[in-house]
């Protein structure tokens, strides 16, 4: 769980539009925080967000969104994450 312009909310990745999503745990639509390569799993530490992507990168971006930034490549097929 992160917060989002102050709110509560969870972070969720959905692999088949690669949307890395905010959903406000209080309710309301979903907040597109960026779209990476193929997402499956996701962490959070902070105000960090960390992705991992099946293509076999890690990248990281902001909880309130931004653009990723790749911090491992050449992973086999990186799935869950946890920092």
Do not use: C, K
Request: aromatic share 2%.
């Amino acid at each position: 769980m992160s917060t989002t312009q102050g709110e509560p909310h969870t972070a969720n990745v959905t692999g088949s539009t690669g949307s890395v999503i905010s959903l406000p745990t209080i309710g309301g639509p979903p907040i597109t925080l960026a779209t990476v390569n193929v997402p499956v799993g996701i962490a959070v530490s902070g105000t960090t967000l960390y992705v991992t992507e099946s293509t076999g990168n890690v990248v990281s971006l902001p909880t309130s969104g931004g653009t990723p930034t790749t911090i491992a490549t050449g992973l086999s097929e990186p799935a869950g994450i946890a920092v």
